[in-house]
């Protein structure tokens, strides 16, 4: 089996860890690259996985999993690059980093994939859609497609969807938690305890997910089934519509989309 090396254990890097430990992936086939001592050293205790240099990291995995922030990658490539070989692969979930950004920082014989995962990858739940960059073969991206796997469903896209990927998906869990905390605090506003407002928010919103994906209906269907004429969810709705909710979401979606364009350019 090959190794694995994760680069940059975040908040992304760690969920990426420890759904690959989830999935049952041995820890000695599992390496990750850390700066920090006292980092390492929770890391080491928590997955039982080697914590070492990112040099040697790279030296010593086959597949290469860069997890830092976008504005750090180009540092990250420049500290690895000279230790790369022929063969491995190089998979970067950094949000508006492009394969032909890597390709241009790695030797020519390296594949690059990019991936855009999202935080419920924690549960097993993510979502990472994955792109090839320009010499990546079929198998590499299998490769990928198995590593992303272990903690959610994968998409194959063209790199040019990354960005509306990113704002989609990437950053969409902190919409829907935006919503679930705003319908709570309405709630409480209503008169409700703050817990009752609490269960019986995530437990719509579970469900609800749970009719999307288990019937495959369609949301409108599935909205048009809880709205009777004259009714009470009629009258919520209006005032969404009266509120623009709808074109807010698009204009902050666009918004996502452009700052991932401008992460690309180092802005
Ligand atoms: N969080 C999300 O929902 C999400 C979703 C999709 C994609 N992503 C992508 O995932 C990447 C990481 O995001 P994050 O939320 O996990 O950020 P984060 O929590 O800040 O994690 C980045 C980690 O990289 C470390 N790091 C920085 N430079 C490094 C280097 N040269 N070598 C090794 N480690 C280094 C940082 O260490 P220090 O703290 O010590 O600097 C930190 O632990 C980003 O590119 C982001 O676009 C995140």
Same mark, same amino acid.
């Given at each position: 089996m090959s190794q694995t090396a994760i680069l940059g254990a975040g908040v992304m890097g760690e969920t990426l860890l420890s759904g690959l430990v989830r999935a049952g992936r041995r820890v000695d086939h599992l390496l990750v690259g850390e700066k920090r001592a006292e980092r390492a050293?929770? +890391?080491? %205790?928590?997955? *039982? $996985?080697?914590?070492?240099?990112?040099?040697?990291?790279?030296?010593?995995?086959?597949?290469?999993?860069?997890?830092?922030?976008?504005?750090?990658?180009?540092?990250? +490539?420049? %500290?690895?690059? *000279? $230790?790369?070989r022929p063969g491995q692969l190089v998979v970067s979930l950094a949000a508006g980093i492009t394969t032909a950004f890597i390709e241009s920082r790695v030797p020519d014989d390296i594949a690059v994939v990019r991936v855009m995962p999202n935080t419920p990858a924690l549960v097993d739940e993510g979502m990472s859609a994955i792109s090839p960059g320009s010499h990546c073969s079929d198998a590499q991206l299998a490769e990928v497609e198995a590593l992303m796997a272990s903690v959610g469903k994968v998409l194959r896209i063209p790199e040019r969807q990354q960005d509306a990927v990113t704002a989609i998906s990437g950053s969409g869990p902190a919409y829907i938690f935006f919503v679930v905390e705003s319908m709570i605090e309405a709630g409480v506003h209503l008169g409700l305890p703050r817990t009752t407002a609490s269960e019986l928010v995530i437990q719509t919103l579970v469900g609800s997910a749970k009719m999307l994906r288990e019937t495959g209906t369609h949301p409108v269907v599935l909205r048009e089934?809880?709205?009777?004429?004259?009714?009470?969810?009629?009258?919520?709705?209006?005032?969404?519509?009266?509120?623009?909710?709808?074109?807010?979401?698009?204009?902050?979606?666009?918004?996502?989309?452009?700052?991932?364009?401008?992460?690309?350019?180092?802005?």
């Amino acid at each position: 089996m090959s190794q694995t090396a994760i680069l940059g254990a975040g908040v992304m890097g760690e969920t990426l860890l420890s759904g690959l430990v989830r999935a049952g992936r041995r820890v000695d086939h599992l390496l990750v690259g850390e700066k920090r001592a006292e980092r390492a050293r929770e +890391l080491e %205790e928590r997955y *039982g $996985v080697a914590v070492v240099s990112n040099v040697e990291a790279a030296t010593l995995a086959d597949t290469l999993a860069l997890v830092v922030k976008p504005q750090d990658m180009g540092d990250l +490539l420049a %500290e690895i690059a *000279g $230790v790369l070989r022929p063969g491995q692969l190089v998979v970067s979930l950094a949000a508006g980093i492009t394969t032909a950004f890597i390709e241009s920082r790695v030797p020519d014989d390296i594949a690059v994939v990019r991936v855009m995962p999202n935080t419920p990858a924690l549960v097993d739940e993510g979502m990472s859609a994955i792109s090839p960059g320009s010499h990546c073969s079929d198998a590499q991206l299998a490769e990928v497609e198995a590593l992303m796997a272990s903690v959610g469903k994968v998409l194959r896209i063209p790199e040019r969807q990354q960005d509306a990927v990113t704002a989609i998906s990437g950053s969409g869990p902190a919409y829907i938690f935006f919503v679930v905390e705003s319908m709570i605090e309405a709630g409480v506003h209503l008169g409700l305890p703050r817990t009752t407002a609490s269960e019986l928010v995530i437990q719509t919103l579970v469900g609800s997910a749970k009719m999307l994906r288990e019937t495959g209906t369609h949301p409108v269907v599935l909205r048009e089934q809880v709205t009777s004429p004259g009714g009470t969810t009629a009258s919520a709705l209006r005032e969404l519509e009266i509120h623009k909710v709808r074109a807010a979401f698009l204009a902050a979606m666009e918004a996502a989309r452009n700052r991932s364009r401008e992460l690309a350019e180092g802005i």
